[in-house]
């Protein structure tokens, strides 16, 4: 699975932007996905994921309420709205596709395939 990531940029804080993650080479439906953020200086943590279906979501503490991940099957994309952005949001944004299952949504060690990241930058 190649995974796309895009839409990133420079956004004022309390402001919104939509991240996408398109796919190639394999049908998404039959994997958990998953948004991680790498902020400068810091490891990569996770940031939301969603089961196969869309029926289950998870967020990390920092975003919940703020952050919004779908998933379209039909176009083999997953996308993340966010929403009342901070400057502690800034990091590059990389999603990723699991396939064991949905428990380990939110370890990235996990994970088997990964997007190229995607520069979120949010001024304060």
């Known amino acids: 699975v190649q995974l796309q990531a895009s839409g990133g940029g420079l956004v004022q804080a309390g402001g919104s932007l939509r991240l996408s993650c398109g796919a190639s080479g394999h049908t998404i439906d039959t994997y958990t996905m998953g948004w991680f953020r790498r902020a400068p200086e810091k490891t990569r943590v996770f940031v939301a994921g969603i089961s196969e279906s869309g029926r289950l979501t998870k967020y990390a503490d920092s975003v919940e309420g703020r952050f919004t991940i779908s998933r379209d099957n039909s176009k083999n994309t997953v996308y993340l709205q966010m929403d009342s952005l901070k400057a502690e949001d800034t990091a590059v944004y990389y999603c990723?596709?699991?396939?064991?299952?949905?428990?380990?949504?939110?370890?990235?060690?996990?994970?088997?395939?990964w997007g190229q990241g995607t520069l979120v930058t949010v001024s304060s």
């Open positions: 990723a596709a699991l396939s064991v299952p949905y428990r380990w949504v939110a370890v990235s060690t996990k994970y088997s395939y």
